[in-house]
């Protein structure tokens, strides 16, 4: 399957292309290369980089090293053909505070091909959202819904959302969920990049997962084979003969280590969930 995203040795410096002494980068040599119909969870602490990656893949700033590319084009030069395929939603909603909701729509409908009106106020209805109110009279956690109705309306290819369930309740967080892969017109799958502190939600539904820190990336493979072979196990069990590859994080400070089975055996080590790994990679 075609890569949806690729990037390579992508590096975001903080303040511009000269580095101020002890200052880190926003990102540090990232590599990323996420298959279409994926669905990958960008996970780390506040700071991590997550939205700085982001808005670097989407153009929106600008690398001082290395290049991505979104459906084969530079993400600095997209073209409209690209644009059109992608749903971006932002951390703060992007939204008009004097528009209602129905009118955001229909000025989306006037810039993307694609946008089905009867179809996004499904969407809506579905979310209990009302399209008749100004966005400036939403809540925060309405405001997040409707954001995510615009960035679906044209059917993406590609739905890059960040943080987009901070304000919601459980209830509304499910139906957010399901809201993915609605408005699906096409026979291609969707490929979506989500970023959450919500980590739960994330487990329901992803296909891959990024772990960050500090602006790296720190483990990146299939959820799937992360459940099934990555364990936990005590430092004093680490083998001295350990080949490179065996080991994907040691957390010495906490006496622990991440081991992938399929290099090492790892039988009496512990299954993880999201939260363990990301507590084992922060430790």
């Not at 996970?43 to 001082?64: D, E, F, M, Y």
């Not at 980590?199 to 990336?217: A, K, N, P, T, Y």
Request: glycine share 8%; proline share 5%.
């Amino acid at each position: 399957m075609s890569n949806a995203i690729q990037a390579w040795q992508l590096t975001v410096e903080r303040s511009g292309v000269t580095r101020p002494l002890n200052q880190r980068r926003a990102l540090d040599r990232i590599d990323l290369a996420v298959p279409q119909g994926a669905v990958v969870g960008v996970v780390g602490r506040n700071g991590a980089g997550k939205t700085t990656l982001i808005r670097a893949l989407l153009g929106l700033v600008t690398p001082t090293g290395g290049h991505s590319m979104l459906f084969g084009a530079p993400s600095l030069n997209l073209p409209d053909s690209v644009k059109d395929r992608l749903g971006y939603m932002a951390q703060t909603p992007d939204l008009f505070r004097g528009l209602t909701g129905l009118a955001h729509l229909q000025q989306m409908a006037s810039v993307y091909r694609g946008v089905n009106l009867r179809v996004a106020g499904a969407l809506a209805e579905r979310l209990d959202l009302s399209l008749g109110q100004r966005a400036d009279s939403l809540s925060l956690g309405d405001q997040q819904k409707l954001a995510l109705v615009l960035a679906l309306c044209h059917d993406p290819d590609l739905l890059v959302l960040d943080e987009p369930m901070a304000s919601l309740d459980p209830i509304s967080r499910r139906d957010v969920l399901r809201a993915l892969f609605a408005l699906r017109q096409r026979e291609a799958p969707r490929t979506v990049l989500i970023s959450s502190h919500l980590l739960s939600d994330l487990e329901r539904i992803v296909s891959h997962v990024l772990f960050m820190r500090e602006g790296r990336r720190q483990l990146y493979m299939r959820w799937d084979d992360l459940l099934e072979h990555v364990r936990c196990l005590p430092c004093a069990q680490a083998p001295a003969d350990w080949a490179p590859g065996d080991l994907h994080w040691s957390a010495r400070n906490g006496g622990q280590l991440l081991v992938d089975n399929r290099h090492q055996a790892a039988a009496d080590g512990r299954p993880l969930d999201m939260t363990d790994v990301m507590e084992l990679l922060n430790s």
